[in-house]
Structure formats: structure tokens, C-alpha cells
């Protein structure tokens, strides 16, 4: 087993989790330092279609590209040391916060600048739903689908696993195999 | 067992979630303020220190439940579960994701759970609103929509938007902005 690769993934992730925020595409720009240029375990293009891919598998898109490269270069044992890397700074910095955090939680200055954060993450994440839904609804079809998994959500109690389950369900059934079948109703003519 | 309870609901999340980021609020929400582990303004609370500190939004957040849930073992545990199904995954389908990602069935699944997925994220955000916005701040003697906080909520919307301003800037402008307005 080659120990200083491993150390070199473990390591080359420890500093993408440690010096990114936020998350998403914020990281490409830190993947793109570390994994093509300092390292060269793949280059500019590749890394583009690694991060599509990761964005497209179940997971967390950091991680997921933490884990294909890992284990492109080392194997299993290399997907776990880049995981183990990208997760580490998050255990560290999150616990430290979180012990002071739970202590100050209830002092009054505290309630009132977590009232004004609270406020901005409604934004931020009304912003999310804007963006995505902008790159994701291409027709009518993606629009009920996307009006539907939200109405879903607020007046039923249905989890959204189910939900993201079923619009992929019904994708495959309008994008796929609705053409099949119109095609094989064109061909019996 | 707290830590069994928190492998299974942090492998679920990590399983259903696809995109990243805030795509992963929606099976949060159910899977954790229903379960009553945070209540709703601390669930987003979280997102905020999650979005302010280094690393994955996601992770962050498994890691500060699990804290908050079993102490040190119980952040080791959430942050493990939810990488769990991405290396199972990846490992297993690594080749047969590079040679067939460009196939139609596959694009076909994609092109309808993410408008699923846009859907959810909408619905997350009414949510998070009804907290916000309508739970009184400290010391208001009303309850009601706060207007303060819509204002905050709004002017955030806005800069993320249409001004591209940085999250962690938004997040840290609002917290100032709290704490003037809500002293009031």
C-alpha cells in the first residue's frame, strides 16, 4: 500500500474542507489548485466532467469529487483517506463552535443578531430555489413537476425522498420512454 | 440507540441527496425537525453556522447534529453516515457512471428530479419563512409577521440575486443589522 499517497489525498482534501465555504461551486476553484495543479491527479477538463458527475450521483458535491478522485488514484482505501480528509475540518472547526455555541445560545445580544441571520437564510435559500429552478425547468413538464413536488411538500406529509424519487420516476417515463413508445406508434403505422 | 438512529438518518440523507448544497434542506428538515432532534429556528440557525464555517454545507450540518444529539462520537457518527453512500456508490459505479452518463435514460431520470428537486427547495424556503419571519424576536411583545425580519429576509434575497454578493457577507451584514434593529 502506497502510504504517501494516501497521506497526500488525506492531506490535499484536509485543505479543500478547510479553506472553502459554503460549499457547491465555491469549492471548484480549490479543487482546481490543489487536484490539477499542485498534485496533477487530473487535468483542467477532466476535473469539469468529475465535478458534473459528482453533482449527479446521490451525496454531497464535495465529497462525492473527494471520493472519485481518491479512488481513481488509490482505490477504495484511497476514496476513504480523500473522505476522511474533506470531513475532517468540518468535525474539528463544527465541534469547537458548537461547544461555545450551545453555552451563549441564550444571551439576549446573541437572540438578536440569530434573529437578523435567520432572516437572511430565508433569502439565501429563496435565492437557491430561484437559480435552481431556473437552470432545472426547461418546459411545462419540469414546471408541474417542480409546482407539484412543492405543493407536495407544504400540504402533505409525504418525505421528499419519495417526492425526489418519484419526479425521477416520472423524467424517465416523459423523457424516455414516452419518445420510445411514440416512435414504435410511428413505426406500426 | 442514538448512534444506530443517527447512522440510518444521516445514510438517508446522504442517499436522497442529489445536487448538493441546499438541495439537501428538504430531507433535513424531515428528517430532523420532525423528528424533534432541533427545533426549527435551530435547525436554521445551523444552516447559517454551517454556511459561515470551512466546508461542505451538508457535513457541517450532520457534524453539528450529531454533536448536539451524542457529544463527539455522535458528530463522528452523522458525519461518517452521510459520506457513507457516496463511497459506496462511487466505488460500485465509478466506471459505469464515465461511460454512460451521456446516456439518455440517465439524462431522463436527472431532467425530472431536478425540477423535483427545485420544487422542494421552494417549499424548504416557505418554511423557513414561516420560522423566521413569523416567530416573534426576543423581546417582542407581538407575535404576527415580523417586519424587521421580512426587510432582513428581503434585502438578502436581493444581494444574493441580483448583486452576486458573497452568502457569508449576507450572513454577516444581517447579523449586524440584528442586532441594531432588533435592539430597538
Known amino acids: 500500500m502506497d502510504f504517501a499517497l494516501l497521506w497526500q489525498l488525506f492531506i490535499a482534501f484536509f485543505r479543500i474542507g478547510l479553506f472553502t465555504f459554503g460549499g457547491g461551486y465555491a469549492m471548484l476553484p480549490f479543487f482546481e489548485k490543489e487536484v490539477v495543479e499542485r498534485f496533477g491527479w487530473a487535468s483542467r477538463d477532466e476535473m469539469i466532467d468529475i465535478y458534473a458527475l459528482a453533482q449527479s450521483v446521490p451525496g454531497v458535491i464535495a465529497l462525492n469529487t473527494a471520493i472519485f478522485l481518491g479512488n481513481r488514484k488509490a482505490g477504495p482505501i484511497g476514496a476513504i483517506a480523500a473522505a476522511c480528509g474533506m470531513i475532517a475540518p468540518s468535525l474539528i472547526v463544527i465541534i469547537t463552535i458548537a461547544v461555545f455555541f450551545l453555552q451563549i445560545q441564550s444571551n439576549l445580544i446573541v437572540l438578536r443578531i440569530f434573529s437578523g441571520i435567520r432572516a437572511a437564510v430565508v433569502g439565501l435559500v429563496a435565492a437557491a430555489a430561484v437559480k435552481i429552478g431556473l437552470s432545472s425547468l426547461r418546459d411545462g413538464f419540469g414546471v408541474m413537476l417542480a409546482l407539484a413536488a412543492m405543493g407536495l411538500s407544504l400540504f402533505t406529509d409525504l418525505h421528499a425522498a419519495w417526492v425526489i424519487l418519484g419526479g425521477g420516476g416520472l423524467g424517465f417515463g416523459f423523457y424516455v420512454l414516452l419518445p420510445l413508445l411514440r416512435a414504435q406508434g410511428e413505426v406500426n403505422e | ?184
Open chain 2, 1 to 184: 440507540m442514538i448512534y444506530l438512529e443517527l447512522l440510518l438518518t444521516f445514510f438517508k440523507i446522504g442517499l436522497f441527496t442529489v445536487g448538493g448544497g441546499y438541495a439537501m434542506l428538504p430531507i433535513m428538515q424531515d428528517e430532523i425537525v420532525k423528528r424533534q432532534w432541533l427545533r426549527a429556528d435551530e435547525f436554521i440557525d445551523i444552516i447559517a453556522i454551517a454556511e459561515m464555517t470551512p466546508g461542505a454545507i451538508a457535513v457541517n450540518t450532520a457534524t453539528f447534529v450529531g454533536f448536539r444529539m451524542a457529544g463527539v462520537l455522535g458528530s463522528v457518527t452523522a458525519t461518517a453516515a452521510i459520506a457513507l453512500p457516496s463511497l459506496f456508490i462511487i466505488i460500485m459505479l465509478a466506471a459505469f457512471w464515465e461511460r454512460h452518463r451521456e446516456h439518455s435514460w440517465m439524462k431522463g431520470l436527472f431532467s425530472g428530479i431536478r425540477p423535483a428537486v427545485a420544487g422542494l427547495i421552494a417549499a424548504a424556503a416557505f418554511f423557513i419563512g414561516r420560522t423566521a419571519l413569523l416567530m416573534p424576536p426576543p423581546d417582542a411583545a407581538s407575535s404576527g409577521l415580523d417586519i424587521r425580519s421580512a426587510a432582513i429576509a428581503l434585502a438578502a434575497f436581493c444581494a444574493v440575486r441580483f448583486f452576486r454578493v458573497n452568502p457569508i457577507r449576507t450572513i454577516a451584514v444581517s447579523a449586524v443589522v440584528g442586532l441594531v434593529v432588533f435592539s430597538f
